[in-house]
């Protein structure tokens, strides 16, 4: 069953894409180093794409994990700017200065140190290395690291080319104000075809067009998608195919995902999966259920762009003769999201005439945690609803053909991918400054067999914290008490063993404290100043 369905998916992919199904030549370049592209997605669910479970329609990020790797223990930061100041910097984003969230576009947050809100001086980016290394650095797409100062921005943080939003969340179709769009440092108007996904895939592929025919360098390009963030302003098109595809509820979801992930081999048949939270289905009335499928619809319509997107930007490095020889790696910045309430929001006005600004449709919690199966919890977490994202790591010229389509079973995080840069293109890391905290992803791209991390990794955002240390998780939400789980025998968090297993408790718990301590992280038992981030958290609940 599950290689009639790769077979299929690279089968219909052959007409449908336009891609030979050898995936194209080897570009040979006489810079022989591998050209690098990172693609961010925003508040995309564990389970959400066909090659992770899902019954979305995705065949481009199919196919590329058909010819790549999936990374079935793979962590973000829990929460959009922090995945993106570690990601950017190799660095805990404490260290950074983002250990909260970045200023919004209103005002600074008037802090200093971790919880500044910006990208400080005490950190590098892998725009900067590469591009010291002799790389193009390009980026499209949702900064998020910082606003007030130019000086925080993408070309002042050692990217040639950007156009994007600066900001946080903005809308697809109309962006404007202070949560509009930026090309270089300059604000610019959108016309009435702008939208977002569609745009931040055009201009990439304009920059990387530019850029090949200019010299024969190689290329960094971080195309980081605003989808599918709030407000989940799907096209009409994409609403329309999925509407009504979700009229049998989020607990028949679940499970058909679940059994899906355990036909392709993502987890065991003896996996149990974290209940559901929220409602059931049936308590809802038809009016209520009709509403639920039209939420689901425009999320999915959202996500069905970004693959739509992926096989264009696939098509057009095939087409420059660079795909062979770029490393393309795919993630999500946090689990779905449950902000906007157990329902979400939704108007049926709102997919053919959205409104402008960030008001619109909203996910919501029942169907986060659906969106996160087999997991618990969702973004702002550091469960693995929260923190675990899907990663395809794409590259025919680096990846071993005998390991195509394989999983990656290794726990890893963001940092290792400024390691991984490093090593690939030789880059120096400035002696002057904290050291990258990740390691290389070669021994897990080419099959070596060596272990990536030996030693604990460590995640806080809003006093929901872990560390993670082989098979072993201690992990919290704010304010309750920390929970330990052997990850090898129970992935979904279900039997926690800190009452039973005390020794490993206290001995991780002692490295945890340490750590925290070395990076400022203000969890609730440590800083006053954890009341202002409360208060942050329940504004945005309330919102």
Known sequence: ?????????????????????????????????????????????????????????????????????????????????????????????????????????????????????????????????????????????????????????????????????????????RPSGTRGMTDGNQAVDTDDDFYATDSFTDIACEYLSQVTAQDDRPFFLYLAYNAPHWPLNTKVQEFHKYKGQYRQGWEALMRSRLARQKEIGLFPDDLQPAPHVGPTWDSLSQDQQDEMDSIMAAYAGCIDSIDQNMGKLMRHLESLGALDNTLLMFLSDNGSCQEGGQLGQFEPEWIENPPDGVQGIRLGLAWANASNTPFRLYKHFVHEGGACTPMIAHWPAGIPTSEAGSLVRQPAYLPDFMATCLELSGADYPADLPNCVGKSLLPALKASGEMIHDEPLYWEHEGNAAVRWGDWKLVKEWQKPWELYNMAQDRTELNDLASINTQKRDEMLGLFESWAKQHQVAYPERFNMYEYLKQKREEENNN
């Open 1 to 173: 069953m599950v290689m009639r369905r790769i077979l299929l998916t690279l089968l219909c992919l052959a007409g449908y894409c336009g891609w030979p199904l050898g995936m194209g030549q080897v570009h040979a370049e006489r810079d022989g180093r591998p050209n690098i592209v990172i693609v961010l997605v925003d508040d995309m669910g564990f389970s959400d794409i066909g090659c992770y479970g899902g019954e979305i329609d995705t065949p481009n990020l199919d196919l590329m994990a058909a010819g790549g790797l999936r990374f079935t223990q793979f962590y973000n930061a829990g929460r959009c700017c922090p995945t993106r100041a570690s990601l950017m910097t190799g660095l805990h984003p404490h260290q950074v200065g983002i250990g909260h969230m970045t200023e919004p576009p209103e005002s600074p947050l008037g802090f200093e140190g971790a919880y500044q809100g910006h990208l400080n001086k005490r950190c590098t980016t892998l725009a900067e290395v590469l591009r010291n290394a002799g790389y193009h650095t390009l980026m499209t797409g949702k900064w998020h690291l910082g606003y007030h100062s130019q000086d925080d921005w993408p070309l002042q943080r050692g990217f040639d080319r950007y156009f994007g939003g600066i900001s946080g969340g903005f809308n697809y179709f």
